[in-house]
Nanobody, 120 residues
Framework: QVQLQESGPGLVKPSQTLSLTCTVS??????????WTWIRQPPGKGLEWMGV???????YYSPSLKSRTSISRGTSKNQFSLQLHSVSPEDTAVYYC????????????WGQGTQGTGSS
């Protein structure tokens, strides 16, 4: 069974960088046809797609977050990571990692989510 687990410091000060890691088990992040996504949900709001890294390592970002977001991966540890720069209180949200399939707009496996807060 595929499992995803987010980890990382939950609280960062404004203007600093939020760094989160998603550890995947039960599948390889280099498997063809699958993509690995970061999604967040601010309090009281809907889900926001942030960006994705594909099996070949290529990345795609939400236009609204592209200037502040970076997604990378560590294939030896089967992990992919999110860096969100210049954090503000508006970036406070639950951050999820998820697996998607190329050509299908849904995600079949999700992590449990981790709270990320931009606050002094």
């Amino acid at each position: 069974q595929v499992q995803l687990q987010e980890s990382g410091p939950g609280l960062v000060k404004p203007s600093q960088t939020l760094s989160l890691t998603c550890t995947v088990s039960g599948d390889s992040i280099t498997t063809d046809y699958y993509t690995w996504t970061w999604i967040r949900q601010p309090p009281g709001k809907g889900l926001e797609w942030m960006g994705v890294i594909a099996s070949d390592g290529s990345t795609y970002y939400s236009p609204s977050l592209k200037s502040r977001t970076s997604i990378s991966r560590g294939t030896s540890k089967n992990q992919f990571s999110l860096q969100l720069h210049s954090v503000s209180p508006e970036d406070t949200a639950v951050y999820y990692c998820a697996r998607g399939t190329i050509g299908i707009g849904t995600h079949d496996y999700w992590g449990q989510g981790t709270q990320g807060t931009g606050s002094s």
